[in-house]
Structures are given as structure tokens and as C-alpha cells.
């Protein structure tokens, strides 16, 4: 019964030990409200790139203003390389520029970054899932 009891210990120190599933290239589907509760994004496959992801500004706190940027993509990329989506750009809609961009599902969380060169050098936005978009304002686009 000794040899049972470690066994038992053992298997349970294993498990507790064993890291957390690897996030996988559909983890980052879904809406995503950014930090500032004044977005959210749907990120889904892109419907003109075979592979890609794409992220979409689905709705803003401005809508319907003129500044709005409703229905403006703002994240394409290619590849899934491990945990993290590459190979493309972020947008931002701000000043229209677009830098090299990676988009990864951290313990429930996005992390968009983007950065210019070395992804070191970048700056990340983490994002937390939403079930449905805020009821007002709506965008029209």
C-alpha cells in the first residue's frame, strides 16, 4: 500500500506541475473588448486570405461620428507559429499607419502587439473576451 500511496503523490505532483494547454490558432476567435472598453474587435479567419487571421473593428464608443472607424480592418496575419499569430500588420486607425503586428491567447487573454523591427521594441494592447457587443452606440458599417 506504501508503493500506491507515492504513486498516487507522484502522479498528482506531475499533473500539478504540468504546464497549461498550448493555446491553439482558433483561441484568438471570438470578440475582444480593448483595454480602454472603448472597442471591440472580432478576430475570425480572413474571408479573403486562405489561413489568415484578421481582426475587425466591430464596434467603438464613437460610432456614427464622423471619426468613427466601424468595419476597418485592423490586424492581417499569415502564420501560426507556435502560440502566436505572425506575419502581417496592425493597423493603427488613428494615424492610418500600419506596423508589423502578433496576436497571441495568453490565460484568457489577446495580446496584440505591434511593433516597428524588433518585436522586442514593440507595445502591447491586452484585450479580454466579450460574449456580445455593447447594445449602443451601433455601427452602421
Known amino acids: 500500500m506504501k508503493v500506491l500511496a507515492i504513486s498516487r503523490a507522484a502522479l498528482v505532483a506531475a499533473l500539478a506541475a504540468a504546464p497549461a494547454l498550448a493555446a491553439g490558432p ?7 473588448m480593448t483595454p480602454e472598453k472603448d472597442g471591440v474587435m472580432r478576430f475570425e479567419s480572413c474571408p479573403d486570405k486562405a489561413g489568415a487571421l484578421c481582426g475587425t473593428l466591430v464596434w467603438e464608443d464613437d460610432a456614427g461620428t464622423p471619426g468613427d472607424h466601424c468595419g476597418v480592418r485592423i490586424v492581417e496575419l499569415t502564420r501560426f507559429d507556435g502560440e502566436t499569430w505572425r506575419d502581417g500588420w496592425v493597423l493603427d486607425p488613428r494615424s492610418n499607419t500600419k506596423y508589423s503586428g502578433a496576436v497571441g491567447v495568453v490565460d484568457g487573454v489577446l495580446q496584440l502587439r505591434g511593433f516597428l ?3 522586442l521594441l ?7 473576451r466579450v460574449k456580445a457587443l455593447p447594445p449602443k452606440p451601433v455601427c452602421k458599417r
Open 122 to 128: 514593440g507595445q502591447t494592447e491586452e484585450m479580454t
Open 26 to 32: 482558433d483561441d484568438a476567435k471570438g470578440l475582444w
Open 117 to 119: 523591427g524588433l518585436e
